[in-house]
């Protein structure tokens, strides 16, 4: 009789025992179950090269040493070069290589006014914009030169000499300054003729 109890005993142990480690089992095996992951759209070629530019840029940016310079657009030379006339700065550069990408949607006409973002070639060609903008209006610092006539008046911005048209309001300020006067002016396109001066939209000193 006792033995059929121990046994008994031993038996509901060992069943005991099998449930749990079958409960455990199927947890564990759960567990180790990677959630499902929503479905990625594959990238694109077009989208790896995008991607790929633009951390060529980043990279060629963070190397470079980017120069900033208002100028005025003369035209395009070629598929991937354009010229500007400078107004400020130190440097002669006339022509600029550019991508179709900075060109787009811009409305660019001989004339108007331009910031231009720039570095070196360290090719030794010509500098590559990297930026471009269109200002409604610049303020530069520099010197008054002096009158041409009543409407253009001559100044030096970064030793470039720039001659601007002179606006009816503007002209008896004009004539009340001294050669090599020092001067803070505001310049706009000249919204009647693009391709002629600039105007000094107001001046300070």
Do not use: W
């Not at 009543?150 to 911005?157: A, D, L, M, Q, R």
């Amino acid at each position: 009789m006792k033995r059929k109890i121990v046994f008994s005993l031993i038996l509901g142990v060992l069943l005991a025992l099998i449930i749990c480690a079958a409960i455990f089992i199927t947890f564990y095996n759960k567990s180790k179950v990677k959630p499902t992951l929503p479905n990625k759209q594959p990238i694109t070629q077009q989208e790896q090269i995008d991607k790929k530019e633009q951390t060529n840029n980043k990279i060629t940016q963070i190397k470079k040493e980017i120069y900033t310079a208002y100028g005025r657009f003369v035209g395009l030379v070629d598929a991937h070069s354009a010229e500007f006339t400078l107004i400020n700065t130190k440097f002669d550069y006339s022509v600029f290589e550019i991508s179709d990408k900075i060109i787009n949607n811009k409305s660019l006409s001989e004339g108007i006014l331009v910031e231009i973002s720039f570095y070196k070639n360290e090719n030794g060609g010509n500098p590559i914009i990297s930026d471009l903008k269109l200002p409604e209006s610049i303020s530069l610092q520099g010197i008054f030169v002096g009158q041409a006539d009543n409407n253009f008046s001559e100044f030096i911005f970064d030793n470039k000499h720039v001659v601007l048209q002179i606006p009816e309001n503007i002209q008896e300020k004009i004539a009340n300054l001294n050669t090599n006067s020092k001067v803070l002016c505001t310049i706009t396109n000249n919204s009647q003729n693009p391709k002629a001066n600039l105007i000094l939209n107001d001046i300070k000193y």
